[in-house]
């Protein structure tokens, strides 16, 4: 199987709906972890910044490298579901990059300083980043 197996030429709907899979997903994760920010300063009483508690500090930062990772990925895959990617190819990307960003999460949010689960999160969202930028331009220029 090579790359060209999982590129076509148009818009495949099977692709489209894969990404809506995915997008719809990683939104939710989203919300999940601005709950979790939301709790934090409930319980802390904190209504702006961390108040210095480290807990509020790394919720505030599962959910915010959350939402400048995610997005980048899901438009990368959006043009990537429009110039022709298979469903496959769209499933593959979306769902590592969404299991990417949540080890990333549970690598702030449950364990102090650097951590297996931030390197190995950012490993798997720059893989899929790097991909599918690959991909694109590859398209662009091809």
């Known amino acids: 199987m090579t790359l060209s197996d999982f590129m076509g030429a148009v818009a495949d709907p099977g692709a489209l709906k894969a990404l809506s899979l995915w997008a719809g997903l990683s939104v939710l994760w989203l919300v999940l972890l601005s709950f979790g920010v939301v709790g934090q300063r409930r319980r802390l009483k904190v209504a702006f910044g961390d ?3 480290i807990s509020l500090t790394a919720a505030g930062r599962a959910f915010g490298n959350a939402a400048e990772y995610i997005p980048a990925g899901l438009i990368a895959l959006l043009l990537l579901a429009l110039t022709g990617a298979t469903p496959l190819l769209i499933h593959a990307l979306g769902a590592t990059l ?3 960003r949540m080890i990333h999460a549970a690598g702030l949010l ?3 300083g650097p951590s297996l689960g931030r390197v190995l999160g950012m ?3 720059y ?3 790097l991909f ?4 694109l331009v590859g398209r662009a220029l091809g």
């Open 110 to 112: 449950f364990q102090k």
């Open 123 to 125: 490993a798997l969202t």
């Open 98 to 100: 969404l299991v990417g």
């Open 132 to 135: 599918a930028a690959g991909l």
């Open 51 to 53: 108040g210095g508690h």
């Open 127 to 129: 893989t899929v980043l």
